[in-house]
């Protein structure tokens, strides 16, 4: 494991020559590349490799989706199980629920280092979810902790030069809440800690959680840059509330894209109506080995960053939207 990171930060250093920092309001301003859980289409999701091939690949930010443990560190994880990319079903055989998952919350930081972390895969089948990525159940990655994550990223830019910023995630509130934890006031005090404090600053917090994010804002008092994920079809209304405590956006791509038919692409108004009232939009997720009906990877892109007028992106593959941004 730690070979291929330090391969991988190898890359890095040897390739970065013709790369320019932006400063702190260029990576607002621009159209964006959003690592979405790292360099996901190559290594697997939110591991330590996966952030370390990523930063290499020079996008503006790199994601991290943020779950408590029971001792109450936030790792970075996609969800708040840990079934489908974990062998937390052997090594922890009597721990699931009555649900029949296995609960991030549930076990110490310390015990959730003994796990394997795999290529996403379907815990009933045992087949990966995106087969032609890397091998199912091979090499041996593990999970990390934010602060980690946070000091990987801060100490490249340091050595390296580069102004990479972080894209985190509160990730279900409401069952930490439930679970009597409350995970936006100790991810916020992280951030603080690390010298994320304002919209200037290298940090995007997201959550889907409207009530959350807003709560973020006007309780928690965040003066840092918010983006409110949406799930759902949203309206004119809901585009004036999000503005109240927002300032973007993270609709899916099929909420921009209304049809596509060859070369005819037709758009819903979300990207218009949200520049009307300047909250920027940063769609998920492009990947691609995903495309539906869409000929190739470079048109998708044409389409949602030209036609649709987006102004960042998540991406499982950093490498090529940054390269089409460069053209």
Avoid: W
């Avoid at 079809?233 to 004036?240: G, M, V």
């Amino acid at each position: 494991m730690y070979k291929t990171i330090t391969f991988i930060i190898v890359l890095i250093i040897v390739g970065n020559g013709n790369v320019k920092s932006q400063n702190k309001m260029d990576s607002k301003t621009k159209k964006i590349v959003i690592a979405h859980r790292g360099a996901s289409g190559y290594l697997p999701e939110h591991t330590m490799e996966a952030k370390a091939m990523a930063y290499a690949m020079h996008p503006d930010f790199l994601e991290q989706d943020l779950v408590l443990t029971k001792d109450d560190v936030p790792i970075v994880i996609h969800d708040i199980h840990l079934d489908d990319i974990t062998d937390v079903a052997e090594k922890f055989s009597n721990r699931k629920r009555k649900d029949g998952h296995f609960y991030v919350i549930d076990f110490t930081y310390k015990e959730l280092q003994q796990l394997n972390v795999f290529e996403r895969f379907d815990p009933k089948t045992k087949k990966a979810v995106f087969p032609k990525r890397f091998p199912y159940g091979k090499s041996h990655f593990r999970l990390h902790s934010f602060q980690d994550e946070i000091e990987l990223i801060q100490g490249l830019n340091k050595s390296t030069g580069n102004t990479i910023g972080i894209y985190p995630e509160i990730k279900n509130p409401g069952f930490h809440r439930k679970e009597g934890k409350d995970i936006s006031n100790i991810v916020l005090g992280i951030l603080t800690e690390y010298g994320y404090k304002t919209k200037s600053d290298l940090c995007i917090l997201q959550c889907f959680d409207e009530a959350e994010l807003k709560r973020i804002r006007t309780e928690l008092k965040s003066n840092l840059f918010l983006v409110q994920l949406v799930g759902r079809r949203i309206n004119d209304k809901d585009l004036d509330e999000f503005k109240t405590y927002a300032d973007g956006i993270g609709p899916s791509i099929r909420a921009i894209i209304k049809s596509v038919d060859n070369n005819d692409v037709t758009y819903t108004d979300l990207v218009k109506n949200a520049h009307a009232r300047n909250l920027k939009v940063h769609a998920f997720t492009l990947r691609a080995d995903q495309l539906g009906k869409i000929p190739s990877f470079e048109k998708l892109l044409e389409i949602v960053f030209y036609g649709a007028n987006i102004d960042g992106a998540f991406t499982d593959f950093p490498d090529k939207v940054v390269e089409f941004l460069n053209k």
